[in-house]
């Protein structure tokens, strides 16, 4: 479990495909990894990926031919810089909210638009997805979680301030840029509970 809020930027330094999946390493930035030990989860760009290797300023990751099917990390070349977030202990502040790091879905920036010295981007979605999307709700992008500002049929904005900008892999960022997007837990949970199948 990850709360979205992204404590380095790394860096994909290779990849070796192995059978249908992968094997990635990441160089993890300024990412301590002091305390990381094999089999931890750290998630990048949002996808919870467990800690087969750690060398130096490097970890591993084996990824399966699922995630690699139905996330961006399939597409991410090396150099490549990623959101990273080690998993939440239960004694830390949870400053975002609740990430599992399990994608719904694949997005894409739309748009991005001055606000000040802010940014308002817009990202479409799956519609099958929208439905989890509440304006003032959160959602998370790339594991950074934000702030729903709108919310649309098969999109939804929302505005970056600086610190999000610089803290995060959005700065390298353009529209048409897939991300990957996980919905609220709670409204997925909410739907379960209620009785309604999803569409």
Same mark, same amino acid.
């Given at each position: ?23 990635? &390493? ?8 002091? !305390? ?13 990926? +467990? &800690? ?10 084996? #990824?399966?031919?699922? +995630? ?7 597409? %991410? ?11 939440? @202990? ?13 994608? !719904? ?23 099958? %997805? ?16 934000? +702030? ?5 049929? !098969?999109?939804?904005? &929302? ?13 390298? @960022?353009? #529209?048409? !840029?897939?991300?990957?997007?996980? &919905? ?16």
């Amino acid at each position: 479990m990850f709360t979205g809020i992204i404590q380095a930027v790394g860096r994909i330094a290779s990849r070796e495909s192995r059978g249908t999946g992968a094997r990635l &390493v990441i160089d993890a930035g300024a990412l301590d990894l002091a !305390d990381v030990t094999m089999g931890d989860s750290i998630a990048v760009a949002g996808v919870c990926l +467990t &800690v087969v290797a750690i060398e130096g300023a490097c970890w591993a990751a084996d #990824v399966s031919a699922e +995630t690699l099917a139905r996330t961006t990390i399939g597409n %991410l070349a090396v150099g490549t810089g990623v959101n990273l977030e080690k998993a939440l @202990r239960l004694a830390d502040r949870l400053g975002g909210h609740l990430v599992s790091g399990h994608v !719904d879905g694949v997005g894409r920036v739309l748009g991005v638009d001055g606000d000040g010295a802010s940014q308002r981007w817009r990202f479409g979605l799956p519609r099958a %997805l929208a439905r989890y999307v509440a304006v003032k709700g959160s959602i998370s992008v790339d594991g950074t979680s934000l +702030t729903v500002n709108e919310a649309g049929d !098969d999109d939804f904005g &929302v505005t970056l301030i600086p610190h999000t900008l610089a803290a995060t892999t959005f700065g390298e @960022r353009s #529209v048409g !840029d897939a991300v990957n997007i996980e &919905v609220d837990l709670i409204a997925r949970y909410a739907e379960r509970l209620a009785g309604h199948a999803p569409a």
